[in-house]
C-alpha cells in the first residue's frame, strides 16, 4: 500500500521542481524530502522524478502517481470536511426502529425535536430518521448487527424481558392500561370502569402476541370469563379496534395504542391494577455517534413530557 504523506511529497516535489522547495512548502528539510520520494521509488518499484543540477521532473510514472494523487488527497480531504459534519451534527441520518404505535404517535416528534435543537441536519433532500418497523426481539438483534441506530421498543410489566448485555435500554415512560369500550357503550362515559363491570360483555382478543396475552392475564387475575371474539395477530392488531368500533365487544389496551377515532371508540381507566407497559429507547452499549446519541437524547425528553402530562 502507497503511503499517502509520501505521494503528497512526491506532488509537492513535482509541483515546485526542487527538493529544496518542495521542502520550503512542507516544513521539512531537504534530505527528509529526499529520503521520502526514494522510500516511495522503492515502493512504487520504479523512478518516479529525474534529478539533474536543473531541478528535479518527474517520470511518466511520477506523473501518473501525482494526478491520482490530487483525487487521493481531494477525496481525503472531503472524507475530513464531511466526518466534521456529522461530528458537529450537521449532516447525517439515523436509522430508528419502532413499534407501530411509537412509529405513529412518537417518530414525527422526535424528527420536529432533532430539527428545533440541530437545523443544520434538516437542510438536504435526505430523510434524516429512517423509520424502520421492529418488535423488541428484532429491534435488539438489529441493533447488534448494525442494521439500526436507535430503537423504540416497550416492556410489559407482567412479562418482562431483560436486553442483551450488549444493549443499552433507557426507560421513557410509562404507557398506562386503558379500557377499550364502543362509543355507544353503556359506560363510555364513566372515567373509571372496573373490570367485573365489564364481564359480560364480549372481549375482543388477537390471535397472538403480546396483546393476546395481555387480556389473558387480566382476565384470568380477574377470575372473569367473558365471551372472547378472536380479531387480529401481533402485538398491537388495529383489527380488534375495528371491531370495537364498530360495537362489537370490548378490550384493554395500553394508552399509545389507541388509533381509532374517539368518536368510535372510547379509552376509559381501570379501576383495578393492571399490568402497564414501559416504552424504552435501545442502543448498542458502545454506540458513541453523536447522532444516534441526539436522538437517544431527544427521546428521553419527549419522555419526560409524557411522564409529566401523564
Not at 402476541?209 to 380477574?222: E, I, N, Q, W, Y
Request: glycine fraction near 6%; charged fraction near 20%; aromatic fraction near 2%.
Amino acid at each position: 500500500m502507497l503511503d499517502v504523506d509520501k505521494l503528497a511529497t512526491l506532488r509537492a516535489v513535482i509541483t515546485h521542481g526542487s527538493f529544496t522547495a518542495a521542502a520550503q512548502a512542507l516544513l521539512l528539510t531537504q534530505p527528509a524530502v529526499s529520503r521520502q520520494v526514494a522510500l516511495l521509488e522503492r515502493q512504487a518499484g520504479t523512478q518516479l522524478v529525474h534529478r539533474s543540477r536543473a531541478g528535479v521532473r518527474p517520470t511518466e510514472a511520477g506523473r501518473l502517481l501525482a494526478e491520482h494523487t490530487d483525487a487521493v488527497l481531494g477525496r481525503l480531504a472531503l472524507a475530513e470536511a464531511q466526518l466534521a459534519e456529522l461530528a458537529g451534527l450537521r449532516r447525517g441520518h439515523v436509522r430508528l426502529g419502532s413499534f407501530l404505535t411509537a412509529l405513529v404517535h412518537l417518530s414525527a416528534e422526535v424528527a420536529t425535536l432533532l430539527e428545533a435543537r440541530h437545523p443544520e441536519l434538516f437542510r438536504t433532500e435526505h430523510a434524516v430518521i429512517r423509520d424502520e418497523l421492529v418488535d423488541r426481539g428484532a429491534a435488539f438483534s438489529r441493533l447488534a448487527a448494525g442494521e439500526l441506530d436507535v430503537a423504540i421498543v416497550f416492556e410489559h410489566e407482567f412479562e418482562p424481558a431483560p436486553p442483551p448485555e450488549d444493549i443499552e435500554v433507557v426507560d421513557l415512560f410509562t404507557d398506562p392500561p386503558r379500557l377499550l369500550l364502543p362509543a355507544a357503550h353503556a359506560l363510555a362515559d364513566t372515567p373509571t370502569i372496573a373490570l367485573r363491570d365489564l364481564a359480560h360483555d364480549t372481549w375482543v382478543r388477537a390471535h397472538h402476541g403480546s396483546a393476546a396475552r395481555l387480556v389473558d392475564h387480566v382476565l384470568h387475575t380477574a377470575d372473569l370469563r367473558p365471551p372472547i371474539m378472536l380479531a387480529g395477530h401481533g402485538d398491537e392488531p388495529v383489527e380488534t379496534q375495528a371491531f370495537i368500533a364498530a360495537g362489537r365487544g370490548v378490550t384493554i389496551a395500553h394508552d399509545l395504542n389507541v388509533l381509532i377515532h374517539p368518536r368510535q371508540i372510547v379509552a376509559v381507566a381501570v379501576a383495578d391494577h393492571v399490568p402497564t407497559r414501559r416504552v424504552q429507547a435501545a442502543v448498542l452499549r458502545d454506540q458513541h455517534a453523536p447522532l444516534p446519541r441526539a436522538v437517544l437524547a431527544v427521546l428521553e425528553e419527549l419522555g419526560a413530557r409524557r411522564a409529566r402530562a401523564g
